[in-house]
């Protein structure tokens, strides 16, 4: 009988998994705070394998915030090593859930009458425990201590992470108070080359400080209002092969396939792509079957089940098949010559 009820306990932690509201840590922690009553070793055993098996974030953010508030042993070790993978916002998310935040909201009224202002609390209103803010102090002082690494933290998360420093009340490195406070980025900077790329102010200039300083298209896509041929023929040139395809539809609403120069050239990298067997990139249909007809590749006999591969017969869903195929001994596909090597 113990353990019947034992499993069904389990069953019904599990189950909490499955519904989920967006985003509203308020209504998702309690559901959590219950589970690690219930069966606290289960839960430690079920976060660090939903941290790597798992898709929902509002799941992993609750798992770190109750595992390092957790006095069951091993929970606060498990909960900082989970909380230093995050990315800073999601860092920043859970400190403000732990300390709490207070958000005004105008709350609409009858028509005529004055809007009244709403303050909603959200979070535990807990002191920060000390484990936690060392860990953070960490989490930002390893970012600081490689400028290429905090320089892109801070383009992606900037508002995260100035909070997480007055949050944990954390003492910046005088490149960092130059960065987030003073807003006076040094010229080796990437937050300094967007500040250039904002002041460029023709297509040519903006496409030189792309390339110059590798801009990547999601930060100067929000920079840049016009995105012209140019401007794009540069973003495309910086782009990495995860980030090319990430985009692709983007660059399709820009126009990128409408000019046939940039068509013919984002063809030519999804093609390279495609022959050197980048086996995890996930490529569209279209472009897999175009990449054969303009770049013809000659097929030879591969060591796997003794036959000859196509590149379009590889399953792109099933990769381990396609790794095996790139990383084989012999390699299975080579261009006829060199007009099919494919540099930009």
Not at 73 to 84: N, P
Not at 200 to 224: F, G, L
Not at 282 to 305: I, Y
């Amino acid at each position: 009988m113990a353990n019947t009820n034992e499993q069904d306990t389990r069953l019904n932690i599990l189950n909490t998994l499955l519904t989920t509201p967006h985003r509203n840590l308020d209504a998702v922690y309690p559901v959590h705070a219950g589970m690690v009553k219930q069966d606290p070793l289960f839960y430690g055993h079920l976060a660090a394998w939903y941290n790597d098996s798992g898709d929902i974030r509002d799941h992993k953010e609750c798992f770190v915030i109750n595992l390092c508030l957790s006095d069951f042993e091993g929970h606060r070790d498990v909960g900082l090593a989970m909380l230093r993978e995050m990315p800073p916002y999601q860092v920043a998310r859970v400190i403000d859930f732990v300390s709490g935040r207070k958000d005004s909201k105008t709350k609409k009224v009858a028509k005529g009458a004055q809007p009244q202002t709403v303050v909603e609390n959200h979070g535990l209103f807990k002191a920060v425990p000390r484990s936690m803010k060392t860990e953070v102090e960490r989490y930002l002082k390893e970012r600081e201590a490689d400028n290429e690494w905090f320089d892109s933290s801070v383009v992606v998360a900037r508002k995260y992470i100035k909070r997480l420093y007055a949050l944990i009340h954390v003492k910046p490195s005088d490149r960092a108070q130059k960065i987030l406070f003073d807003e006076m980025p040094p010229e080796d900077s990437k937050l300094f080359a967007v500040k250039e790329l904002a002041k460029a102010a023709t297509p040519a200039d903006q496409a030189k400080v792309i390339m110059e300083h590798r801009i990547p298209y999601r930060i100067a896509s929000t920079v840049v209002s016009a995105m012209t041929p140019t401007v794009i023929l540069a973003l495309v040139d910086v782009m990495s092969s995860q980030e090319l395809i990430s985009n692709l539809s983007s660059l399709k609403k820009r126009g990128a396939f409408d000019n046939p120069d940039l068509k013919a050239l984002i063809e030519k990298k999804l093609a390279r792509i495609l022959v050197q067997g980048a086996a995890n990139v996930t490529l569209p249909d279209f472009d897999r079957k175009q990449a054969h007809v303009r770049f013809p590749c000659e097929e030879r006999d591969s060591r796997v089940d003794g036959r000859h591969f196509k590149i379009d017969e590889i399953n792109r869903r099933n990769w381990r098949s396609r790794e095996r195929f790139s990383n084989c001994n012999e390699r299975t596909v080579s261009c006829l010559s060199s007009e099919h090597a494919f540099h930009l």
